[in-house]
């Protein structure tokens, strides 16, 4: 089955499953309305401001726009008119959660293209090129870069890079950058050994050897039969892994603090979890933000499994 039919029916299923409720595949159903969500929250975040966000003051019961987030209210719980109640410095808990999605949507998808670009090309290289030079210095590269810890190696990258910047607090754009490029160049090695395993289990088949005996360049044959007919399922799952991950590594650095991550004042999700370290577990401004993060990372994990197993049941 051709790529094209294969995304029909990709979508057809998932029409199937909001009209149909026998049959359905709940990694897709859950797993797409995460990622629509995702999109809607950082189409929204665009028109917040947090520097514009209402802030309660509970003592008068009134509310009001500031322009700092220092010396102001309490997390409240019961705040009148707001949904979710606010956050430890006044601000409207609900609208912090649809701002937070700006601290990692963009850098996310800049992780997720940097693995995917180097992983594919140094894996597919690696795994078509096999018993030379070539593969073994590849092999040589992936291994050392992958016996370092990922999330030891960013903290470190980011300290050392933030340090010298001459505003660590004003740069928060290249702080974001940096950690997107230490993370997805530090996932290059899972891509690229998954890349060169298929493609290497594809070297003797039938096809390819049509296709070098049709005179087909070395490009062709990897480039169009091998990875984009191929190994679509692969690139697609570890997209939205690292998609996932990427979010509990700047959550996990924001909860940090310093200058690791995002700074206190720019709404994260890391950050609302920070400002509950001496609050109760059972808060709204504890649980709201938690289960954003699960259900995010838990949603793109179950999306990625579903689309590369319709894939692989396509191709087959």
């Not at 995702?38 to 975040?45: E, G, I, K």
């Not at 006044?90 to 180097?118: N, Q, W, Y």
């Not at 998954?194 to 003797?204: D, L, N, P, T």
């Not at 700074?263 to 994260?268: F, H, I, L, R, T």
Request: with cysteine; glycine share 12%; aromatic share 12%.
């Amino acid at each position: 089955m051709s790529r094209g039919k294969v995304w029909t029916q990709l979508a057809r299923d998932f029409v199937r499953t909001v009209l149909r409720w026998r049959d359905v595949d709940y990694r897709l159903l859950f797993g797409g309305a995460i990622v629509v969500l995702l999109f809607v929250f950082r189409l929204a975040a665009i028109g917040l401001e947090v520097d514009s966000i209402e802030v309660y003051q509970p003592r008068s019961g009134t509310s009001g726009f500031v322009k700092s987030v220092s010396n102001v209210s309490p997390a409240c719980r019961d705040a009148p008119g707001y949904l979710l109640g606010t956050d430890r410095n006044g601000r409207s808990l609900a609208k912090m959660l649809v701002e937070a999605t700006e601290s990692f949507f963009d850098p996310a998808v800049l992780c997720c293209l940097i693995a995917l670009v180097l992983g594919t090309l140094l894996g597919a290289v690696a795994g078509y090129f096999r018993g030379g030079v070539l593969e073994q210095s590849i092999k040589l590269v992936l291994t050392v870069v992958a016996s370092y810890p990922r999330l030891v190696l960013v903290i470190v990258a980011v300290g050392i890079f933030t340090a010298s910047l001459y505003d660590p607090g004003g740069s928060l754009g290249l702080r974001l950058a940096m950690i997107a490029t230490f993370l997805g160049l530090s996932y290059v090695p899972v891509l690229a050994m998954a890349i060169y395993q298929k493609v290497g289990s594809f070297q003797r088949e039938q096809f390819v050897e049509a296709a070098r005996a049709h005179g087909l360049s070395h490009g062709r044959i990897l480039g169009f039969h091998i990875l984009w007919a191929n190994c679509t399922p692969v690139l697609a799952r570890h997209f939205f892994y690292l998609f996932g991950y990427f979010i509990l590594v700047e959550t996990s650095l924001s909860f940090l603090g310093g200058n690791y991550g995002v700074p206190a004042s720019v709404p994260s999700w890391g950050n609302l979890l920070a400002g509950c370290r001496s609050g109760s577990l059972m808060a709204p401004q504890f649980i709201a933000p938690a289960c954003c993060v699960v259900a995010s990372i838990l949603g793109l994990s179950l999306l990625g499994d579903a689309i590369g197993d319709r894939f692989e049941r396509g191709r087959g």
